[in-house]
Protein backbone atom coordinates (compact mmCIF):
# COMPACT_ATOMS: atom_id res chain seq x y z
CA UNK A 1 0.00 0.00 0.00
CA UNK A 2 2.90 2.60 0.77
CA UNK A 3 3.75 2.20 -2.83
CA UNK A 4 0.55 3.25 -4.01
CA UNK A 5 0.91 6.23 -2.02
CA UNK A 6 4.25 7.09 -3.81
CA UNK A 7 3.54 6.51 -7.03
CA UNK A 8 -0.25 8.52 -6.71
CA UNK A 9 2.24 11.44 -4.54
CA UNK A 10 4.27 11.45 -7.46
CA UNK A 11 1.44 12.15 -10.09
CA UNK A 12 0.96 8.63 -12.13
CA UNK A 13 -2.82 8.44 -10.94
CA UNK A 14 -3.03 5.89 -13.86
CA UNK A 15 -0.38 3.54 -12.21
CA UNK A 16 -1.68 4.14 -8.62
CA UNK A 17 -4.84 3.08 -10.34
CA UNK A 18 -3.44 -0.41 -11.50
CA UNK A 19 -1.38 -0.72 -8.30
CA UNK A 20 -4.85 -0.46 -6.37
CA UNK A 21 -6.46 -3.01 -8.91
CA UNK A 22 -3.91 -5.46 -8.86
CA UNK A 23 -3.74 -5.20 -4.76
CA UNK A 24 -7.63 -5.54 -5.09
CA UNK A 25 -7.33 -8.67 -6.73
CA UNK A 26 -4.48 -9.97 -4.12
CA UNK A 27 -6.35 -9.77 -1.51
CA UNK A 28 -9.67 -11.79 -3.10
CA UNK A 29 -7.34 -13.70 -4.15
CA UNK A 30 -6.52 -14.64 -0.25
CA UNK A 31 -10.16 -14.39 0.94
CA UNK A 32 -11.00 -16.83 -1.64
CA UNK A 33 -8.02 -19.66 -0.63
CA UNK A 34 -8.63 -18.84 2.91
CA UNK A 35 -10.62 -21.99 3.40
CA UNK A 36 -7.96 -24.01 2.00
CA UNK A 37 -5.78 -23.14 4.82
CA UNK A 38 -6.41 -25.93 6.73
CA UNK A 39 -5.69 -28.24 4.33
CA UNK A 40 -2.70 -26.94 3.63
CA UNK A 41 -1.34 -27.01 7.22
CA UNK A 42 -2.36 -30.34 7.24
CA UNK A 43 -0.52 -31.18 3.85
CA UNK A 44 2.63 -30.00 5.33
CA UNK A 45 2.31 -31.76 8.59
CA UNK A 46 1.89 -34.93 6.33
CA UNK A 47 4.91 -33.92 4.38
CA UNK A 48 7.42 -32.88 6.97
CA UNK A 49 6.63 -35.54 9.48
CA UNK A 50 6.86 -33.14 12.24
CA UNK A 51 6.11 -29.21 12.74
CA UNK A 52 9.50 -27.08 12.42
CA UNK A 53 9.05 -25.05 15.28
CA UNK A 54 8.59 -26.02 19.00
CA UNK A 55 5.47 -26.02 20.32
CA UNK A 56 5.66 -24.15 23.90
CA UNK A 57 7.56 -20.98 23.83
CA UNK A 58 10.63 -21.26 25.64
CA UNK A 59 10.23 -19.01 29.16
CA UNK A 60 12.80 -16.37 28.51
CA UNK A 61 10.95 -15.33 25.58
CA UNK A 62 7.76 -15.53 27.54
CA UNK A 63 9.66 -13.17 30.16
CA UNK A 64 10.77 -10.78 27.65
CA UNK A 65 7.28 -10.94 25.11
CA UNK A 66 5.51 -9.84 28.45
CA UNK A 67 8.41 -7.20 29.93
CA UNK A 68 8.06 -5.26 26.35
CA UNK A 69 4.30 -5.52 26.49
CA UNK A 70 3.92 -4.15 29.96
CA UNK A 71 6.51 -1.07 28.59
CA UNK A 72 4.17 -0.30 26.12
CA UNK A 73 1.07 -0.69 27.68
CA UNK A 74 2.26 1.57 30.90
CA UNK A 75 3.72 3.98 28.54
CA UNK A 76 0.96 4.59 26.18
CA UNK A 77 1.29 8.74 27.40
CA UNK A 78 4.17 8.22 25.25
CA UNK A 79 2.86 8.91 21.96
CA UNK A 80 0.65 11.78 23.30
CA UNK A 81 3.48 13.06 24.98
CA UNK A 82 5.45 12.87 21.54
CA UNK A 83 2.30 14.03 19.77
CA UNK A 84 2.52 17.37 22.17
CA UNK A 85 5.78 17.75 21.56
CA UNK A 86 5.58 18.11 18.09
CA UNK A 87 3.19 20.74 17.71
CA UNK A 88 6.01 23.00 19.29
CA UNK A 89 8.19 21.40 15.76
CA UNK A 90 5.21 22.18 12.90
CA UNK A 91 5.88 24.65 10.69
CA UNK A 92 3.68 27.86 10.98
CA UNK A 93 2.69 28.29 7.72
CA UNK A 94 1.87 25.53 4.96
CA UNK A 95 4.67 24.46 2.97
CA UNK A 96 4.67 25.71 -1.13
CA UNK A 97 6.05 22.44 -2.27
CA UNK A 98 6.14 21.43 -6.34
CA UNK A 99 5.00 17.92 -7.43
CA UNK A 100 8.93 16.91 -7.61
CA UNK A 101 9.70 18.26 -3.81
CA UNK A 102 6.48 16.61 -2.96
CA UNK A 103 7.32 13.05 -4.35
CA UNK A 104 11.13 13.72 -2.80
CA UNK A 105 9.78 14.54 0.59
CA UNK A 106 7.43 10.87 0.46
CA UNK A 107 9.90 9.57 -0.62
CA UNK A 108 12.25 10.18 1.96
CA UNK A 109 9.52 9.45 4.22
CA UNK A 110 9.31 6.04 3.23
CA UNK A 111 12.22 5.02 3.18
Known sequence: LGGIFVVLAAGQAEAALVLSLGHAAFRMRQIL??????????????ALGTMPWPR??????????????????????????????????????????SKRQQWALTVLGVV
Request: aromatic share 8%; glycine share 0%.
Open 33 to 46: LAPNVIAEAEALRA
Open 56 to 97: TVPDWLYRLSWRLRRFEADNAQLLHLLHRLSTHLRPRRPWRL
